[in-house]
């Protein structure tokens, strides 16, 4: 049986929102619907859910919804420039040296994300366990409306702008061509990533052979602002009162 290591990752510092991963929303504290979750999956035998804080405060109230926080995050990797990497490095290294509990896979459930449907965490687990052989990880991804291959840069300290691709494939100036004949592009939305966790040994949270799980763009509501919060409390009113 593939052993699972779901983390919830909730750093205290936010700048935009402080207190976001606590703050409630619909009457939970935000890490709580991802916490839920997690434990309504179907693969919820096979899987340890955690909580990756710096914050005593926030491990207590992941552990009054359900979730494990065997250790607190160091500072060091909780800054607003700390990577993925780091903090999912350390959660699995903690639970190597401390346990000797050695997951297969690793399930990244983002709090920004409380609409998250069960049932595309299933789906996403069932393929990518079935897939592990041939890929690295998976990412959620929805089609991004605006094409990168029309985009510039600023160089020359901002005098010069520069297409930030001179061509691609076997078209050329793709800046200057219909958006038609340009390849779709695809944005990574956090709804779900899962990472075999032995590429965490190559300094990877990805891998080379990444498997797309493509999404409606408004299969979700993503919490980064107040307003999002507050547009989010109204939807998830209306929801259920429908």
């Known amino acids: 049986m593939v052993q699972i290591l779901c983390i919830i990752p ?8 402080p207190h976001k991963n606590i703050r409630e929303l619909h009457g939970k504290p ?38 494990e926080t065997p250790f607190l995050r160091p500072a060091a990797i909780s800054a607003d420039l700390s990577t993925d990497y780091e903090f ?29 449907n069960v049932a595309i965490i299933d789906e ?3 393929t990518f366990i079935r897939n592990m ?3 690295d990880s998976l990412r959620s991804v929805v089609l991004f409306d605006k094409s990168p291959y029309k985009m510039y840069v600023l160089e020359n300290e901002g005098k010069v702008l520069s297409p930030l691709f001179k061509e691609v494939g076997d078209i050329s100036e793709p800046y200057n061509q219909c958006r038609q004949v340009l ?16 590429i ?19 299969a979700d509501i993503d919490i980064d602002t107040s307003a999002d919060f507050e547009k989010a409390n109204r939807d998830m009113d209306t929801k259920d009162n429908t």
């Open 30 to 67: 935000l890490i709580a619907w991802s916490i839920e979750q997690a434990q309504k999956s179907r693969f919820c035998n096979q899987m340890r859910i955690v909580v990756s804080t710096d914050s005593a405060k926030y491990a207590e109230v992941a552990n009054q919804y359900g979730a």
């Open 88 to 116: 999912l490095t350390h959660a699995v290294n903690w639970f190597r040296e401390n346990e000797n509990y050695k997951p297969d896979i690793i399930l990244q459930l983002r709090p920004t994300s409380p609409t998250r």
């Open 183 to 198: 390849p779709s592009c695809y944005l990574h939305n956090g709804y779900i990533d899962i990472i075999k966790t032995s």
């Open 10 to 17: 909730a750093r205290s510092g936010s700048k935009g929102v």
């Open 133 to 135: 052989e041939e890929y």
């Open 124 to 126: 996403c687990l069932d």
């Open 200 to 218: 965490l040994e190559r300094g990877t949270i990805s891998g080379d052979k990444i498997y797309p799980f493509v999404m409606d763009s408004d």
